[in-house]
């Protein structure tokens, strides 16, 4: 489910626009909502959607939290709200790699009831870069001919994979990474147990993504982390034991978050090489871009073949010793 915070934090030139949009009486009926993993996407697309079927009172992103609508939306239940999103695979217990067109199809059954009150009906379809071809056709058809007081709101990290029909027919409404004072009253907000050292590095690596921050603190990942770094930073030297011993407690954590934020970490420490003077000198400046593709390749096949993430670990860091 949807995080839904009573209080929006950032992007309030998003908010704005669209409020702006709705007083107007010209709301688009498609709104797409773009931005990186974790910048609130999402959570911004249920304020909306509470707003709206609130009727358009009070501001945008700072709605009442105890009304009956906002109670209804936080839930997903709400006569009038559809949330589509990727299902669960029911063999192995994870969300499934793609939207699957039955999903989307729930949406031409949902548009042709009344609204409960007589008002806008609401769809949030949440990661819309991962529909297939199929699912897009579906919704396409949807966003050219929607019925009266129909708001569709599209959240996507990657907007050039959806057909150009799609985008043209949408509203494009981008958010920024959200900055530094933001994030922190959003950690503050989540009461993530963590130490002001560790919400600073969380910060800083998190790329502008609210979300991404908050998985660091919350898998506790950052003393791996910096253990890593300290492996990276005695190349080429190479302590085997150490690496050994900090692939283990990698792999002791047996939660795929865990290892997907360490990946994430150590890939996006490469591309940082890639344009950073200084370890464009040690690396040898395509060397880097050689060592950040090869070390992607590696974390997204034990990502799709689901390999032992010990050894994808190691076999990653052998890879940048190696090259470098």
Known sequence: MIEFPPHFIGHTAAC????LAYASSRMPHAWLIAGIAGVGKAPLAKHIAQFVLGGG??????????????????????????????????KTGELRSVIPVEEVLKVAAFLHRTATHGGWRVVILED?????????????????????????????????????????????LQLSPVNAKDMREIIRREETPATPEDIDAAVDLSGGSAGF??????TATLPLYREMLALLDAMPQWDVARLHKLADQIARKADAESFDVLATLLVERLRCAVHDEALRQSYGGTLAL???????????????????????????????????
């Open 16 to 19: 704005r626009e669209v409020q």
């Open 57 to 90: 009172q009070g501001e945008l992103g700072a709605g009442d939290p105890e009304t009956r609508t906002a109670k209804l939306v936080e839930a997903e239940t709400h006569p009038d709200l559809l949330v589509i999103r990727r299902p669960l695979d029911e």
């Open 290 to 324: 050689q060592i950040w593709d090869q070390t992607r390749a590696t974390f997204t096949a034990a990502d799709a073949s689901n390999l032992d993430r010990k050894l994808a670990f190691i076999n990653a860091m052998n890879e940048i010793r190696a090259a470098s």
């Open 128 to 172: 819309a870069h991962r529909l297939n071809r199929n699912g897009q056709n579906a919704i396409l058809k949807i966003v050219e001919e929607p019925p009266p007081r129909t708001l569709i709101l599209i959240t996507v990290t990657t907007p050039g994979v959806l057909l150009p029909t799609i985008r043209s027919r949408s509203r494009a």
């Open 213 to 218: 921050a908050l998985k660091i603190l919350r």
